[in-house]
């Protein structure tokens, strides 16, 4: 009935190997969060150098205010685009993170249910109404979770699908301004 001494050293090492899972993941994202504030703010440094060069060579008013419109539009993509990469980082630790939380929660899940039944195997007569008292509240606590990971699930396919939405807007929105001021 009670567990047994490998039992722990398993359940233990396996505890150990899921945090070590869990903190490599949270250090591949910071580290690809990392790179990609780095490349960004390298380019627009590059790419504010280069505009500010074009302006300078502006002849005329007019010739500033088309190069200025020019000049916004891939400025605006490529924020758009870095918008993109965060929220693809994001997504996809998440995903990860949840992988690792639903391993986890199978094997607590296991677990109980096979000491419900070594419990039950051993009780005394009379408490089957105990067990099975205990094991309704907990198909019903598995029950709340999957509805509740199904509901994050669909949270994040609509999200993903405003922020490519609103992306393309953007995108579609300063392009149609800048050939309106050209």
């Known amino acids: 009935m009670f567990a047994t001494p490998e039992k722990l050293a398993s359940s233990n ?21 990392a790179a990609l504030n780095l490349n960004t703010a390298r380019a627009f440094l590059e790419d504010g150098m280069s505009n500010v060069k074009t302006l300078l060579s502006a002849k005329d008013m007019q010739d500033l205010m088309n190069l200025q419109t020019t000049l916004a539009q891939p400025s605006v993509e490529k924020a758009i685009a870095y918008s993109r990469s965060v929220y693809e980082i994001a997504t996809q630790t998440q995903e990860e993170v949840s992988k690792i939380v639903e ?3 199978a094997e607590v899940n296991k677990n109980v249910a096979s000491t419900l039944d070594n419990v039950a195997k051993n009780a005394p007569a009379g408490s089957d109404v105990a067990v099975a008292a205990v094991k309704s509240v907990i198909a019903a606590a598995n029950s709340a979770y999957d509805s509740m990971s199904k509901a994050a699930k669909q949270v994040a396919e609509i999200a993903e699908t405003n922020m490519a939405t609103a992306s393309s807007a953007t995108v579609k929105a300063v392009g149609v301004k800048g050939k309106k001021a050209a």
């Open 13 to 33: 090492k396996a505890n150990v190997e899921s945090f070590l899972t869990l903190a490599n993941t949270a250090f591949a994202s910071a580290e690809r969060f």
């Open 103 to 105: 391993s986890q929660f």
